[in-house]
């Protein structure tokens, strides 16, 4: 068990929850768009595939336990990791020399990252916790996008979390060995993709629903 514990927790231990965890999110995250795009069908189908989603009953908690087990596991990675980089870093840089290779994502993992906890925070509370008695899941979100504030919160936290995953998803399988010259080509085109779809396919629900209703 020690063993286990000190290589999770060596730096490449460390690199390689991130990954795993940051996959997990990746498919939770097109899932989750999937049954989120309903909406565009109208207010039934988007009520349905929640009804749909609740009738799993415990599968569905062990999902969202499971969920929150990557969370912690990510969150903790990636603050400790962030940490020690900043620790280790010989003195600080008084003009920001992007050193070749780096880009918007990569420098800035840790900052779209503590936004993107925080919107997954506000985002619990606005619709995974709100009260759903007398109402449907719908009202609760139609309800909430008819606030122009928070339409430009989700816009812009959706922009972060495509800026994120631009990042991250490739990184993701470079960290778990799959970085040969033939494939890295893919896996950045996927990642790239990934983000349009992610940042677009979010970033539209809340205008659509805002028109609509
Ligand atoms: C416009 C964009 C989005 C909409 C309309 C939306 C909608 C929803 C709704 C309605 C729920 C509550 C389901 C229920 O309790 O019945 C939910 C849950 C959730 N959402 Fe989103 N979501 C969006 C974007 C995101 C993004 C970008 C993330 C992650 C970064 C995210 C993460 C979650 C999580 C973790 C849950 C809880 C899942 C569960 O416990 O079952 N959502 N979302």
Redesign the pocket.
């Given at each position: 068990m020690n063993w286990l514990t000190n290589t999770l927790w060596s730096s490449v231990g460390k690199k390689l929850m991130m990954a795993v965890t940051g996959i997990g999110?990746s498919v939770?995250?097109v899932a989750?768009?999937a049954g989120?795009l309903t909406?565009y069908a109208g207010k039934d189908a988007f009520n349905a595939y929640?009804e749909h989603?609740?009738s799993l009953g415990p599968f569905?908690t062990i999902?969202?336990l499971g969920?929150l087990f990557f969370a912690v596991v990510h969150i903790a990675t990636g603050a400790t990791l962030f940490y020690q980089n900043f620790k280790a870093r010989p003195v600080r840089y008084s003009v920001n020399s992007r050193a070749g290779g780096r880009t918007i994502g990569s420098a800035t993992m840790p900052y779209t990252g503590l936004v993107?906890l925080l919107?997954?925070i506000f985002?619990?509370a606005n619709?995974?916790f709100a009260d759903?008695t007398n109402t449907t899941?719908f009202q609760?979100?139609a309800s909430a996008f008819l606030k122009p504030e928070y339409v430009f919160i989700?816009v812009v936290?959706?922009i972060i979390?495509a800026i994120h995953v631009s990042h991250g998803f490739w990184s993701a399988f470079q960290t778990i060995g799959a970085n040969h010259p033939k494939y890295m080509p893919y896996i950045k085109g996927a990642s790239i993709l990934l983000s349009l779809v992610?940042g677009i396919g979010?970033?539209c629900?809340?205008i659509y629903?805002a028109l609509m209703t």
């Open positions: 999110f939770f995250l989750h768009l989120n909406l929640a989603v609740h569905l999902a969202e969920l993107l919107f997954v985002h619990l619709f995974h759903k899941i609760i979100v989700y936290a959706m979390a992610v979010f970033g629900l809340p629903v």
